[in-house]
Structure formats: structure tokens, C-alpha cells
């Protein structure tokens, strides 16, 4: 909306839709009152134009005039004081209305009318898709509303992602064709510089989250099922978590063993040397049957890579992507199923499995074990409530998401416990 109308609009439309005002004596030296050439408020909230200005603005906004929080925002700009603090927007949770609001902004989207979007995914509180829509205003050269876009997510604590990770996602679902390359192009060291920062959890992906796991989620071995069809498996693993291990078992031997080809982490090629350690891990039980089925594995990490440090003394974490991204294209064209076991953080959206289906062409397949994203301070501080049974996802159930499948194991203290005790850890992770 074209600044000078929406600063009209909002002086006049919103203090007569919200609350009366009489006695009103302030001059308005708004740019509309110069453009309809009356100074005095009455006169002016009387006029012909204004009451065109309400009626347009009441037929193509309908009641999301009643939100507040931009519209009190921008009539405090436009009188230069603050009549209304800035209200919260009524965020829609009834499934039926969010559905119906949701597909209309996607529809804006398309038809390049991006304040009617944003106003749509406001009130269904999809953050996801505002990120979208900042990008897709990058692009479009409007800074200056895409830099507003990205303040409001950012009051939210939402985690802004990678561009290159939002212009995939915004050409893969058709929203729009991101023109500016550089919006698409990964730096290697902004990426290591922000590899380990949080993570999105389902909470940021999907909106209205008991309403989607309602719908959206199936049996395990429905899961399990679905899986074989799929020709790049990453399972992301917690490494401490008993119970993820025994799953991660239960998903390698639902495939085609003689298909399979396993990418495990030089530090486990290392454990199924100590057995110990792997038993009371629950890791040997996957090594065991891996060597009896005659599975071949290859390796991935740093130290496959001759090198530990590579990056301002740090883990030179895109290399080590890319490599196992083009380790697994040349797999592929092998005629081999890969299933590569690795940590949460590369297993992240925007790390490993982007890199591979930019090597390769193919989306992969994600097995979340951690869908709440909760990291190990919150777990030794007890800070964190690790179940989703209260959203409806059951013990032997997965979400869908996408491509990929989201499987609700507890993160047990105990086990964190003793992984710390294993490797002498509890000086480095301990909370003070």
C-alpha cells in the first residue's frame, strides 16, 4: 500500500472503528489532509474522501482492520505520537479458518500481492512463510518492507535461516523465482561461522502444531514402509540416546541390505573398537549387524578427511558437507540405497541435506529423533519439556513433514549422564 494512503487510512479508519473521539482539537498536517486540502478534523473525518478512503479500506481489508498492531504503529507515525501502544495481531487457530486464510495468502503470493500475504500469515501466525516473503521482497528490490519483515520475525525469536535455504524452498513449492544469485550462493565461512546456532524445531515450521499432528502423522512401520522407496536416508542422531539407537537398528534392517550402503562418522568407526563403550551405547548391536549382513560402510567426518582443523581453528564443517555430498552422488550412480548416520546439527536443513540435493538433484530423506530441537543445557538444567504426547503424537507414531519424518523419543538425563561419564566430558558440558 502506497505509504501517504495507509498513513491516511489509518488516521482516520482505525480511531473510528476502535474508540469515539470527541473534543478533538489536534490539526492533522498528515500528507492526505494536505492532498484533500481540509485541516480541520471534523470537517475532514466527515468528508467525502474520507468516507471513499473507509469504504475501500473496509471492503478489501474486512475485519483484519481490527488487528492493531501495524495499524496503530503507523497512525502514531502519521499523527507523531503514540495514540495506542502497539497491540499483539489476533492470531486464527481454528484449523477450518487457518486453512482458508493460509491458502489465500499463498494465493497472494503468486499473484505478487504481498501485503495481503503478509496480513494472512500474521494472523495464522506462520512465521515460516513470512520468511519467505521477506526474501521473495529482497529480490523484488522493496528493502525496505522486507527489512520491516524481518524485525517483526525477529521480535519473535524466530530463527532466521540462510537465504539460499529459503529461495530453495520458496522455488520448490512454486511461490516465486528468486532472481538474484547471490540470494542463492553459500559463503563457506559465513557458513561455518553460524553452524552450530539453533536450529528450527517443528514448533517453527508448523504453525498450529496439535491441529497438524492430528492429521499428519502415521505408524512407524507405515514410516518404515515409505522409507525404502526413498534413495538417500539421513538419520540424525543424539549420539547419547539409548532408544535412538535401537530405532536406528530397527530402520536399517526394514531395507534392502544388499542395496544398502552406510556412511557412519569416523569417531563410530572408532567406537566399534571398543565395546564397551558401543554396548553401553547401544551402538553395537547396529556394528553387529552391519558386519553380519556384509553392509558396506564409508566414512565421513574431519579426520576422513585427513585434517581436524582447517577453519580459524575450527571444524571446516562446509567441507566436511560437501564432501559426503559428492560421496553420496557418486553412490547414487552406483545404484546404491545410502543411508548415512549423523549428528542433529548436520543433519539441520540447511547443512548436509541441502548440500546433497544441490549435488545431486535429490531431496533426501530426513529421520528426526529430536523434533523439539532441545539441546543439551536444557536437558541437564531440566528446563525443557521433552514430550509431544500432549500435541497427540503417540508412542510408535512419526510426524510427516514434508520429505522427511519426525519420531517423538524422550532425551532421557540418565543417558546424557552417562555418555558424559564415557568420554569425560563434564567439564565441557556441564551447566554452572
Known amino acids: 500500500m502506497n505509504t501517504i494512503y495507509k498513513i491516511g487510512y489509518l488516521i482516520f479508519f482505525f480511531p473510528l472503528l476502535l474508540f469515539p473521539i470527541s473534543g478533538c482539537t489536534l490539526k492533522l498536517t498528515t500528507d492526505l489532509s494536505k492532498i484533500i486540502g481540509i485541516d480541520n478534523p471534523e470537517q475532514l473525518m466527515g468528508s467525502e474522501e474520507a468516507q471513499q478512503i473507509a469504504t475501500k479500506i473496509g471492503e478489501g481489508m474486512g475485519t483484519k482492520i481490527m488487528e492493531g498492531e501495524i495499524l496503530a504503529e503507523d497512525m502514531g507515525k ?54 519467505e516473503l521477506a526474501l521473495i521482497l529482497f529480490d523484488k528490490g522493496d528493502t525496505e518492507e522486507a527489512t520491516d519483515l524481518h524485525q517483526y520475525l525477529i521480535d519473535r525469536k524466530w530463527p532466521i535461516q540462510p537465504p539460499y535455504l529459503v529461495a530453495k524452498k520458496i522455488e520448490r513449492e512454486g511461490l516465486a523465482t528468486i532472481h538474484n544469485e547471490f540470494l542463492k550462493e553459500i559463503d563457506p565461512e559465513h557458513y561455518n561461522q553460524n553452524y552450530n546456532r539453533r536450529n528450527c524445531s517443528i514448533f517453527d515450521v508448523i504453525p498450529h502444531i496439535d491441529n ?22 539421513i538419520l540424525a542422531d543424539a549420539y547419547f540416546v539409548v532408544k535412538q539407537h535401537e530405532i536406528i537398528l530397527e530402520i536399517i534392517k526394514s531395507l534392502d541390505q544388499g542395496n544398502l550402503s552406510i556412511g557412519l562418522e569416523s569417531q563410530l ?24 549382513k556384509k553392509i558396506p560402510t564409508f566414512t565421513h567426518g574431519t579426520e576422513s578427511e585427513g585434517e581436524a582443523n582447517s577453519v580459524s581453528s575450527t571444524i571446516d564443517f562446509f567441507k566436511w558437507d560437501k564432501s559426503l555430498a559428492e560421496k553420496t552422488n557418486d553412490l547414487l550412480k552406483e545404484d546404491k540405497q545410502i543411508v548415512i548416520i549423523i549428528g542433529d546439527t548436520h543433519a539441520s536443513p540447511n ?49 510427516t513433514i514434508g520429505n522427511d519424518f519426525y519420531i517423538n523419543t524422550g532425551l532421557p538425563l540418565e543417558d546424557l549422564e552417562q555418555y558424559i561419564k564415557l568420554f569425560n566430558l563434564d567439564n565441557s558440558l556441564r551447566v554452572e
Open 78 to 131: 502519521g499523527l507523531g505520537k503514540v495514540l495506542l501502544e502497539p497491540q499483539e495481531v489476533a492470531i486464527i487457530e481454528d484449523p477450518v479458518s487457518v486453512d482458508i486464510i493460509e491458502k489465500s495468502g499463498i494465493s497472494d503470493i503468486k499473484k505478487g500481492n504481498f501485503n495481503e500475504a503478509i496480513s494472512s500469515f500474521k494472523r495464522t501466525n506462520n512465521l515460516s512463510k513470512l520468511e
Open 212 to 233: 497438524y499432528i492430528r492429521n499428519n502423522n502415521i505408524p512407524k512401520q507405515k514410516m518404515l514402509a515409505r522409507l525404502r522407496e526413498s534413495p538417500i536416508i
Open 351 to 399: 547443512h548436509l541435506p541441502f548440500l546433497i540435493e544441490e549435488t545431486s538433484g535429490i531431496n533426501p530423506t530426513l529421520v528426526i529423533q529430536n523434533p523439539l530441537n532441545i539441546s543439551i543445557e536444557q536437558i541437564l538444567e531440566g528446563s525443557c519439556d521433552q514430550q509431544l504426547t500432549a500435541y497427540g503424537l503417540r508412542e510408535n507414531m512419526a510426524i
Open 269 to 292: 568407526q572408532k567406537l566399534k573398537f571398543n565395546e564397551g563403550k558401543a554396548d553401553k551405547l547401544n551402538y553395537l548391536p547396529i556394528f553387529t549387524f552391519i558386519e553380519e
